[in-house]
């Protein structure tokens, strides 16, 4: 059903489910046999003979045991103890690197188990996931993974991170409120948390419309299980060998023994001279000989950190000619990062990536010391100070806990030697008016920045952060901001979005006392502009070297991403993949066009943006059906 499209008293009404109880455990109870458990099932797994089985089916194994067995007739039993011992070790060895693959991957399937907290009966509770069941009353708050599919009924700020769902590198808005007329991809749906996704900022009550293999997440795994895996180009070659070998060895073997009939020799010698060229002619050491190798190359990517559930996926690898990669976090560090500064009417550039404190400020190509420029000395504290975020790191990595977008913005304090901690205890906050997606702002209070001055710190969407502004910082002086000066800022605004950089505005405000009516009208109103900082997440030094690999090697690197437009193709032509925007495809425009037409239009894409993971499966499709060996890879479920 298309959940987002109906109100919340319409899903609710439709679920049977009281906004204020959920359900009673009768009711759960009933639904959760109608339902099932809220779990994704594998598929059943082969066993052992079936495996075994599979081995065996190979053509040219199934000559060998036939060579064997007539091995047997003509008294050469050495010969044939030792090919059914190659046949046999074969079998065997597939199925042993085969096993310990599928070890490896149920490790990685059973990493979380997670809970949910329901209201039902009334009362909070919680429960396993598994045991939700479509009409439960969840509620949400930041660090919760999300635990089924949910329309949202209440929400307050929510922001969830779907990038292993979408692969959208920021968090997703969320707002109950939002009711929509028609379909619309999957990732603009900011009624609806998807299963498997995290929030990361605020807190919401939802009801449960999906569970289990009817998720959005449980229809990849269904996608998935139900993907036609088809022989990889290392079969389809030693069948077509083994078919054309035994062919001709037959024709051979018939050949030789007319003509020696014909000759006038005994029935039974011609028998056995045919059948003991038969033995001679198949290659027995042949499936051995490839195993072996097959396995050698699968040990060695297992010790790298790659693991490989086929044996003959090996070879696969080193046929590609296309390998389709995820945007965020693969191709891109999935750290947002702050790299361009704009204050005191001069534009700064930010070393570094990701949230390592690691980089410095330039200035026309040089570097400078922050204790020299008022202005950005200022921003760099608002950006610290107005942040519910943090940067923990243990061994070296440094993880944001909270927003990466206030994440991006510690570590740009850091770069300038202001610490969080450090400015948190010397100017402590006193209040705050939280972000909120209404209004795209968010202000705290602090005492002590300005000697016996109360001082407000705001940062939020550029647009609205320079309306409400009615005075600009410049070298620590504060001037009128008019017409030309606020043309000025929107310009620069505009060149960074152009280069893809997310572009918050930070400003602030000064009091005498801490004012009694604190609201967003009163407060973020009349502000000092001190200026706008871009932020990107940006591409994996290393990738640009793999993808000048790829094309050196006549591999075609393809990016496939749930970002927006702009930033992918932004991204891409940093990375080397596309030159020009017409080489960028989107989601919708996949969605209008025939799988013949695909077929074509597919030969001259390099990147897919604002795709969902049915997309992903279409392209890879298409790739496939115009005769290229295609790879995928990536960090979300979705890949």
């Avoid at 906004?19 to 009711?27: A, P, S, V």
């Avoid at 759960?28 to 779990?39: M, S, V």
């Avoid at 500064?341 to 330039?362: D, I, M, Q, R, S």
């Avoid at 310009?491 to 918050?504: G, Q, T």
Wanted: glycine share 8%; net charge neutral.
């Amino acid at each position: 059903m298309n959940w987002h499209k109906q109100k919340s008293e319409e899903v609710l009404k439709n679920l049977g489910t009281c906004r204020e109880k959920g359900l009673t455990d009768l009711e759960a109870k009933e639904r959760l046999e109608r339902y099932g458990p809220n779990e994704l099932k594998e598929k059943p797994k082969e066993g052992f003979l079936s495996k075994l089985i599979d081995q065996f089916s190979d053509f040219l194994v199934l000559i060998l045991i036939a060579a064997a067995l007539f091995s047997i007739l003509i008294g050469e039993i050495r010969d044939s103890i030792v090919i059914i011992s190659i046949v046999i070790i074969n079998a065997l060895l597939g199925i042993y690197q085969e096993a310990k693959a599928e070890k490896a991957l149920e490790a990685l399937q059973k990493m979380a188990s997670p809970t949910a907290k329901v209201i039902r009966n009334g009362y909070l509770d919680v429960i396993p996931t598994a045991n939700l069941v479509p009409g439960d009353l969840v509620l949400l708050e930041a660090g919760d993974i999300v635990p089924a599919d949910i329309r949202l009924i209440e929400s307050s700020n929510l922001k969830a991170d779907e990038a292993s769902l979408t692969g959208e590198s920021l968090p997703v808005e969320k707002d109950s409120n939002i009711v929509y007329e028609d379909d619309i991809p999957l990732g603009d749906r900011k009624n609806i948390v998807y299963m498997s996704t995290i929030i990361t900022y605020g807190r919401a009550k939802g009801i449960v419309v999906e569970t289990g293999h009817n998720t959005e997440i449980g229809k990849i795994a269904t996608e998935i299980q139900s993907y036609d895996e088809g022989l990889t180009p290392l079969q389809q070659k030693l069948n077509e060998l083994g078919k054309y070998l035994g062919i001709i060895t037959i024709l051979i073997c018939i050949i030789v023994f007319a003509v020696g009939i014909l000759q006038g020799r005994k029935v039974m010698e011609m028998l056995m001279v045919a059948i003991s060229l038969a033995v001679a002619a198949i290659p027995e050491g042949l499936p051995a000989i490839v195993t072996i190798v097959l396995a050698l190359g699968m040990n060695k990517m297992a010790k790298r950190n790659a693991i490989v559930k086929k044996l003959l996926a090996v070879e696969t690898l080193g046929s590609i000619t296309v390998i389709c990669s995820d945007k965020t976090g693969t191709l891109t560090q999935n750290e947002m990062t702050v790299t361009r500064v704009f204050t005191g009417n001069k534009v700064y550039h930010v070393t570094g990536a990701g949230y390592e404190p690691a980089g410095g400020f330039l200035l026309n190509g040089k570097k400078i010391e922050i204790e020299n420029y008022i202005d950005l000395k200022l921003l760099l504290s608002i950006g610290v100070l107005a942040n519910d975020a943090d940067i923990n790191s243990a061994n070296g990595i440094y993880k944001v806990v909270g927003d990466p977008t206030e994440g991006a913005l510690i570590t740009l304090g850091h770069k300038g030697k202001i610490l969080k901690k450090n400015m948190n205890k010397k100017y402590p906050r006193i209040e705050e008016i939280p972000f909120d997606s209404g209004r795209k702002m968010m202000t705290t209070f602090h005492k002590n920045y300005i000697p016996d001055k109360i001082v407000s710190f705001t940062k939020g969407a550029p647009d609205i952060v320079i309306n409400r502004c009615k005075y600009i910082s410049i070298n620590g002086e504060t001037k009128a901001l008019d017409d030309d000066v606020k043309k000025k800022i929107l310009a620069v605004n505009n060149s960074f979005a152009k280069d893809a950089l997310r572009v918050l505005a930070l400003a602030y405000r000064e009091y005498n006392s801490l004012p009694k009516n604190i609201s967003s009208e009163t407060i973020e109103d009349e502000m000092i502009f001190v200026g706008l900082v871009g932020m990107i997440d940006p591409p994996r030094p290393e990738a640009k070297e793999a993808i000048v690999k790829c094309k050196e090697a006549g591999i075609k690197p393809i990016m496939i991403t749930g970002d927006y437009k702009e930033t992918a193709f932004a991204i891409s032509k940093e990375l080397g993949i596309a030159k020009s925007i017409k080489e960028v495809m989107v989601g919708q425009e996949l969605d209008e066009i025939s799988d013949r037409e695909f077929k074509e239009v597919v030969k001259n894409t390099s990147v897919y943006a604002r795709v969902t993971p049915e997309h992903k499966i279409r392209i890879v499709s298409a790739l496939k059906s115009n005769g290229e060996i295609v790879a995928m890879t990536g960090d979300g479920v979705n890949d």
